[in-house]
């Protein structure tokens, strides 16, 4: 199993340009989720997902939207990037919701 | 909403010496868990913890579900170098289906 994979894994952005930020899991886990990183800050939840075709907002879900049309795939989309979404961005999966795997995460910089 | 407090917000220690990192809340959670960062990774599950008054070891790393489960601690015996990375704790509450981190613990091993 390749577990949580994003790509990719670094990218530089304009302001207002836009992108999608790409999740995948070979897991059959249920429950899905995405993170943004800032330096000690933690990690902030920003969209998750309970199964295809459901999503629901985070802590911080501004400026972004997602999809889950597979159980597999859940990608993060920036619409019109801006230098406050400059940050970290994890992909987490689980089964259980108490339990999540992390992927290794995409390094966002918008200037 | 909930929060989960971590402090100091680094740790230095000397190579061969015991660690304990603590995490408070003012919310009862009904599982802890504990995750490692290392450097440019995804957090890892290190350890999670299912009942109050519960003790769970992994290896050099023990952690216990404080029995008015409003905390737990994580306890890295004997550090090596391969120990330095961000300590998370997380809680869930079982009320939905997200977790709540604390901000981490940086953790430098001199060697």
């Known amino acids: 199993n390749a577990g949580v994979t994003q790509t990719p894994k670094f990218r530089i952005l304009k302001i207002g340009q836009s992108m999608t930020l790409q999740c995948t899991q070979d897991m059959n886990h249920n429950y899905m989720y995405w993170y943004r990183q800032d330096p000690g800050m933690g990690l902030k939840l920003i969209y998750y997902?309970?199964?295809?075709?459901?999503?629901d907002k985070g802590e911080v879900p501004n400026g972004y939207n997602v999809s889950r049309s597979t159980t597999e795939d859940f990608p993060l989309r920036l619409e019109l990037a801006a230098p406050s979404q400059t940050s970290v961005y994890f992909c987490a999966s689980g089964q259980r919701t108490y339990e999540q795997y992390f992927g290794p995460g995409t390094r966002l910089t918008v200037t | 909403g909930q929060q989960l407090n971590q402090s100091p917000q680094s740790m230095f220690i000397q190579e061969g010496e015991d660690v304990s990192m603590n995490c408070t809340s003012s919310s009862i959670f009904n599982t802890w868990l504990w995750y490692k960062q290392d450097p440019g990774e995804g957090p890892v599950l290190l350890i999670a913890l299912y009942k109050a008054g519960e003790l769970t070891s992994n290896g050099r790393l023990t952690a216990q579900f404080g029995i008015t489960r409003k905390d737990s601690f994580l306890n890295i015996s004997a550090s090596i170098p391969s120990d330095v990375g961000i300590y998370f704790c997380?809680?869930?509450?079982?009320?939905?289906?997200?977790?709540?981190f604390g901000k981490g613990i940086t953790l430098s091993v001199r060697p």
């Open positions: 997902s309970v199964g295809a075709g459901i999503t």
């Open positions: 997380a809680g869930h509450s079982g009320a939905n289906s997200k977790l709540t």
